[in-house]
């Protein structure tokens, strides 16, 4: 499967202040969401976001978890429907590749 950019509209909202449309700009979601995919593809029973955070450490939670809704938008990653305790003690969706 290809590997489409990610199109910039789509990492910020109308409403949100201009200074997030520049970050929209320059952030290299791209990349980021094909190295947050690989997280993925090494757990073929599927995984939650917990366990790709874990998995990336010199990245913080606020750039790894919104690659998520850009991989399932292209149909790279699935929700399996599945619900795993996360560390917090919450539901996490489980994500496989696809």
Do not use: W, Y
Not at 18 to 40: F, G, K, N, R
Not at 51 to 64: D, N
């Amino acid at each position: 499967m290809k590997f489409m950019a990610s199109n910039p509209f789509f990492l910020r909202r109308n409403t949100d202040p201009d200074t997030s449309h520049q970050a929209a700009e320059q952030i290299p979601a791209t990349e980021l969401e094909a190295l947050v995919l690989e997280v993925i593809q090494t757990f073929p029973e599927g995984c939650i976001s917990d366990q790709v955070v874990q998995a990336l450490p010199t990245f913080g939670v606020q750039t790894i978890t919104p690659r998520f809704a850009g991989l399932l938008r292209k149909s790279h990653i699935v929700d399996t429907g599945e619900r795993r305790r996360a560390a917090s003690g919450r539901s996490q969706r489980v994500m496989k590749a696809v």
